[in-house]
């Protein structure tokens, strides 16, 4: 086994262990529950974190099912699930759509929260594209100032912050009310993911480009609850200089998500 691949490991090892840590020592109902850890009694270099199996998924494979559930409170559930962790002054760094999970009463949480916050961002990388889907991980949902390290081939990876949380919530809005994936339309069939990240990077830290706004008589509006309020919001997360987002605290407090009624089946 390589130098490389050691150190990697144990910085993964590390990784692991304060997000357990951290995980642990923060339970909220947006946020998915930390169950313990599991080692094979035959294999002592695998460690795995137990959390609830949720039937319902992830929230894209939840809407793709129940394309007519109220996908504000889904919204709703995601905020206060990042409000709660920006408040204990944790980062979740890898918030997007793949990362918010749907428990039996309709309710969304978000998980793999703390990632950023933990380790180095380099690590983050890298294990978000050896794992997720579609290939280039998560960058769709990066600010532009997490992307311009990255366009500029710089060693040095920014670390996440509040502000870029901010910024990702805007992209999983977008992911609620249209159902679609940010820059969907910039992930031509055929493109390598350097291509992908090169164009989406570019794109936005050069151009502003930020994800499509849907026509009126597009579905998000129509059918989805999509409105004019929301995507003001959204635009307001997407903001080039991070100083300029609103907290998770602030969007709180917007007038159309505040005394929300809520009519799915209470928590016991």
Not at 14 to 30: A, D, F, G, K, S
Not at 61 to 72: A, C, E, F, I
Not at 73 to 99: F, T
């Amino acid at each position: 086994m390589s130098l490389y691949r050691v150190a990697l490991l144990i910085l993964l090892g590390q990784l692991l262990i304060r997000e357990t840590i951290i995980w642990y020592n923060h339970p909220h109902p947006n946020l998915l529950p930390f169950e313990g850890v599991f080692r094979p009694d035959n294999d002592f270099g695998k460690v795995y974190l137990v959390s609830p199996f949720l039937v319902n998924g992830t929230v894209v494979q939840y809407l793709k099912k129940h394309p007519n559930v109220r996908r504000l409170l889904l919204l709703l559930d995601a905020l206060s699930g990042l409000s709660y962790l920006h408040r204990n002054k944790i980062v979740h760094g890898d918030l997007k759509g793949a990362n918010v999970l749907v428990d039996s009463q309709g309710r969304a949480c978000l998980a793999d929260l703390g990632l950023s916050r933990l380790t180095d961002a380099q690590i983050l990388t890298w294990t978000s594209i050896q794992t997720t889907s579609p290939p280039w991980g998560t960058l769709p949902w990066q600010a532009p100032e997490l992307l311009s390290a990255q366009l500029q081939y710089s060693e040095h990876f920014p670390t996440p912050t509040t502000s870029s949380d901010v910024y990702a919530f805007g992209c999983l809005a977008y992911e609620i009310f249209t159902g679609l994936l940010p820059f969907a339309e910039l992930s031509t069939g055929g493109w390598s993911y350097i291509q992908v990240h090169r164009t989406i990077s570019t794109q936005v830290v050069v151009h502003g480009r930020r994800p499509q706004k849907p026509g009126a008589n597009d579905p998000a509006y129509l059918r989805y609850g999509l409105t004019d309020g929301i995507w003001d919001m959204m635009e307001k997360c997407w903001k080039h200089e991070a100083r300029r987002r609103p907290s998770a605290d602030d969007l709180s407090g917007l007038p159309f998500l505040v005394d929300v009624l809520d009519d799915r089946p209470v928590q016991e």
